[in-house]
């Protein structure tokens, strides 16, 4: 009876670390886990070559980073604006990915827009769910 109390005590612990699992650790982990599982579609599905989906995702990162940072300190400056800001980033990282589309080539590779439009969408959302947790913090405070 009592390793049954012990262990759901476990669960609740285990279960409220995962609920307030840091947003930093959270966007991270699905960032590299969407390389992982492109570059795995990519190389072994598709048998493409890996260099071009290497130098996606190094520009994919720098700018992923370059937004966050952006973010955070938007939201330090002018927390009143920041879903203004993240409209205006989303924006430019559309812009910036269609440049580097032009620049990588991509129309030569079967099915390109499937491999452009994915990435873009997932790294959208994690920056839009990072500007939420961001807006949400700031309101409770």
């Not at 598709?46 to 940072?69: A, G, P, Q």
């Amino acid at each position: 009876m009592r390793s049954v109390k012990i262990n759901l005590v476990e669960i609740e612990v285990e279960n409220k670390f995962i609920m307030k699992l840091n947003p930093n650790i959270l966007v991270t982990v699905l960032f590299f886990l969407t390389f992982l599982i492109h570059f795995s579609l990519w190389k072994f599905v598709f048998h493409l070559d890996e260099i071009i989906i290497v130098k996606f995702y190094l520009f994919l990162s720098v700018m992923f980073m370059l937004m966050i940072t952006m973010i955070v300190l938007i939201n330090r400056v002018v927390p009143e604006f920041l879903g203004l800001a993240v409209i205006g980033l989303i924006l430019l990282k559309f812009g910036l990915m269609y440049l580097i589309k032009e620049k990588l080539n991509f129309e030569v590779i079967p099915g390109y827009k499937f491999h452009f439009i994915i990435p873009y969408f997932v790294l959208t959302t994690l920056l839009t769910y990072y500007a939420i947790k961001l807006i949400n913090h700031d309101k409770k405070q």
